[in-house]
């Protein structure tokens, strides 16, 4: 069965809140998915998993520096990680916050790795953004990201 794992940092609970939502999308897809707070992640796992979907809160326009962490010590991993799928999901506090610029840094990383990133022409483009606590909007895009990592995990596998 096809794996994905959803990772995140959360400082005041709006990004887990995002990460559980697109967790259930996984899950309703018939994938295997594991939810694990960042700072529980080794690097190594990763390899473990057809997909991976981090989140991040927004801080300076770019990632906490506990997901900064991990994808920097997965420069070990370079190389093993190319062909499976990943994607990326970001909450701020405010409107023009980095919510893009944060989801664009950890992307770079995945695609470094050789991973495969799907785009979304509807909602957000580049993943899932939270002005606050995440409302009905930005949870629907949470659903459409995890149904769509799912799905493509689920071709390639």
């Not at 559980?20 to 996984?26: D, F, G, N, Q, R």
């Not at 694990?36 to 997909?51: C, F, I, M, Q, R």
Request: aromatic fraction near 6%; proline fraction near 3%; glycine fraction near 14%.
């Amino acid at each position: 069965m096809a794996k994905v794992l959803v990772t995140y940092y959360s400082g005041s609970g709006n990004t887990g809140k995002m990460a559980e939502k697109i967790a259930e999308a996984v899950k309703k897809e018939n994938v295997d998915v594991t939810l694990k707070e960042v700072g529980s992640v080794k690097a190594g796992e990763l390899t473990g998993y057809d997909g991976v979907i981090i989140g991040s809160p927004t801080y300076y326009g770019t990632m906490a520096w506990q997901v900064k962490k991990l994808l920097d010590e997965s420069v070990s991993l370079h190389g093993s990680l190319k062909g499976k799928v990943g994607g990326a999901f970001s909450s701020a506090a405010n409107i023009g916050g980095g919510n893009e610029t944060t989801i664009t840094d950890i992307l770079n990383a995945l695609l470094i790795h050789g991973m495969i990133i799907q785009g979304e022409p509807m909602g957000d483009h580049y993943g899932p953004v939270a002005i606050g606590s995440p409302d009905a909007r930005s949870l629907k895009c949470c659903e459409r990201l995890g149904k769509n990592i799912a799905n493509l995990v689920k071709k390639l596998t």
